[in-house]
């Protein structure tokens, strides 16, 4: 199908890019970057495209673990440092970062290839459908589970996750909206598809810090 040979195909000019040319849309015409560095980076650009949701998911367990442990240890300090609430937020950012990953790289990809869906109109689709009824309703069910000590999220678990979910509705959207909609923007309308889950993974990293200290205190969100 064409939608798909335009997304995966190996030979596609998303993959190689001139670096000179890179370096001077950005305005470093001059930069010289050795021959190792290049190939490093070609490479890595290379295994991305050909693995995109794995990346994006290798990428958001590091992203979502590594922002919780630094909060955690400039609000909590290393005696009070909790482990579990680490876990949850490192199984969170492997969870969504499949689903994500699929969405940025394969699932939007269609609808614009495809359907021809505006980037617009996509915009619209993730911030106000997939981020209020996808994103939000897993961190609390994964977050629920793990800080439960359950391997799967049993009926009470997941009732008591929907009750968080339902209470944190209105702050927990406008306070992802103001942060997402100009990085989204940016990631639907100039990043290329197969680099767009990652891109996310980059940028957000200041965002699973913001997570971290709003919801990262499980009993506080308890009540």
Known sequence: MVFLKQISHPGSTLVNVPFRAIATAVGFPDLVVPKTVLKVLRNLNQGIFVFPVMSTAILYTGRYGFSDYSVQLATNGYENFNRVRLRSFAVFGCVIGFFLGTLYTRFYPLLKLKYGISALSILFIDLCIETPFAYYPLFYITQETVMCNSNYPTWNIVKQ???????????????????????????????????????????????????????????????
């Open 161 to 223: 996750a929907i009750y968080r979910y339902k209470n944190n509705f209105i702050d927990d959207n406008l306070r992802i909206m103001k942060f997402w909609s100009p990085v989204l923007a940016v990631n639907l309308f100039f990043v290329p598809f197969h680099l767009r889950g990652v891109y996310m993974a980059m940028t957000g990293i200041f965002w699973s810090a913001i997570l971290s200290c709003n919801n990262g205190k499980y009993k506080d969100n308890i009540s």
